[in-house]
């Protein structure tokens, strides 16, 4: 039966890069029948800005067929991904701290003198909403979907609030605000998004120039097996599709983040954030913990957790997905809303956009000492993160490094 995949390509000058297997393959088949050896050709160096994405509708056999020819960096299933939908959780009222919300405390941006000043910050989700929060930014939108232009849910306008949104009624809720290009990409909408719509907007966030991509959404394991099963797989033969499907699009997500990475070596580095899921259960039993999953889990994407104030510090939240690399506030946090003013909310996906604005903070910092290069960006970022502040008895696996912190100056 033949299904959509998503298939990425990387370049040459003069036309596609071969993989290793075709190189070796080929050099055996020239060996065999050159009569006279010839001197071996320059390999020629890839050039990592230049890949070519395309879906295409194929059998599964197909596509493993593809995977093995020349230039192919990642075949893979298009999966549903869905919004890792905030949770309604009954919060205290935010203490305001000189007119900062916790969450910029608590990531010590309210100490920091840096503001994210010539960093470009994208962000894949919901779209996003005008509101007083985003006036004089230049906001590049793009939509992916086949829904309005605008934010209709709210998520991705508050996201791109705690990242990079001016006060509102005389409350900080931005962490950069001294961002002043924004790339909206609209990759959510009434019926969700899938894989290659998610691929296609890292595609063009990092063409555009992105230096941090903030993504708060997950894949749909679930309405991948039902999918599946409508179009008449078995129930068994629909889990294993599934299975492999999730272990492509890990590889797929391995790969655009190695992209954004080599182009960081050769230009301005792009850093790839993403929440690490809302699926956890904690507060019903502690053994009720969820891995990570894509495109959080993926080598090179910064997988976020969240973090919820208590009496005796930072903890945990209950729903946060275990495994991640880093932490940020998640629990009542409060940002713009669609119409105007501010609302509450909770979830990793508000954690994503904390570690989002901080790392454009480093991204200034860096900027301005001239080392905005891969690795220095993601070492001194990560490097930032710290275990201070956390109630005791924390769990690595659940925090990772800890709570990232911006620079002071």
């Not at 393959?25 to 890949?51: S, V, W």
């Not at 949770?87 to 503001?115: E, F, M, Q, Y």
């Not at 930014?137 to 996201?159: A, E, L, Q, W």
């Not at 629990?331 to 501010?342: A, P, Q, R």
Request: charged share 20%.
């Amino acid at each position: 039966m033949e299904l959509a995949h998503v298939v990425l390509r990387q370049k040459l000058k003069g036309g596609f890069l071969e993989s290793a297997t075709s190189r070796s393959r080929n050099r055996d088949l020239l060996r065999e029948h050159a009569p006279t050896a010839q001197p071996a050709a320059a390999e020629p160096r890839p050039d990592p800005g230049a890949i070519a994405l395309d879906v295409d509708v194929m059998s599964p056999q197909r596509a493993a067929r593809l995977q093995q020819e020349r230039g192919v960096l990642a075949v893979a299933l298009a999966i549903p991904m869905k919004l890792i939908e905030p949770l309604d959780i009954a919060t205290p009222a935010d203490p305001l701290t000189n007119g900062s919300t916790w969450g910029i405390k608590a990531v010590r941006a309210d100490v920091s003198t840096l503001t994210g000043a010539n960093v470009i910050v994208a962000v894949l989700d919901t779209g996003i909403a005008t509101h007083p929060a985003f006036a004089g930014i230049d906001i590049v939108r793009k939509n992916f979907t086949t829904g309005p232009d605008t934010d209709v849910h709210g998520h991705g306008t508050h996201c791109a609030g705690t990242i990079f949104g001016a006060d509102v009624d005389g409350i900080r809720i931005g962490i950069a605000r001294g961002v002043k290009k924004a790339l909206i990409g609209k990759v959510l909408g009434p019926d969700g998004g899938g894989s290659d719509t998610i691929a296609r907007a890292i595609q063009w966030a990092i063409e555009e120039g992105a230096h941090i991509i903030s993504m708060s959404l997950g894949i749909d394991f679930p309405g991948l097996v039902a999918t599946l099963e409508a179009k008449g797989y078995p129930a068994e033969s629909a889990t294993s599709v599934a299975l492999e499907g999730y272990r492509k699009n890990v590889i797929l997500f391995d790969s655009l983040a190695g992209l954004a990475t080599a182009r960081g070596l050769f230009g301005d580095p792009c850093l790839l954030v993403a929440a690490a899921g809302n699926e956890s259960r904690r507060d019903q039993e502690q053994r009720l913990e969820i891995a990570v999953s894509p495109p959080a889990v993926a080598e090179g994407v910064i997988s976020v957790a969240a973090l919820g104030r208590g009496d005796k510090g930072l903890s945990i939240a209950s729903f946060s997905n275990t495994g991640a690399i880093v932490a940020g506030p998640g629990v009542g946090v409060l940002s713009s809303k669609i119409g105007g003013g501010l609302t509450p909310k909770s979830g990793t996906s508000m954690a994503t956009p904390h570690v989002a604005g901080v790392a454009a903070l480093w991204a200034e910092k860096l900027m301005r000492l001239n080392q905005f290069k891969m690795p220095t960006f993601r070492i001194r970022f990560l490097g930032s993160a710290t275990q201070d502040g956390l109630a005791d008895g924390f769990d690595s696996d659940d925090v990772g490094s800890g709570i990232v912190a911006a620079p002071p100056n």
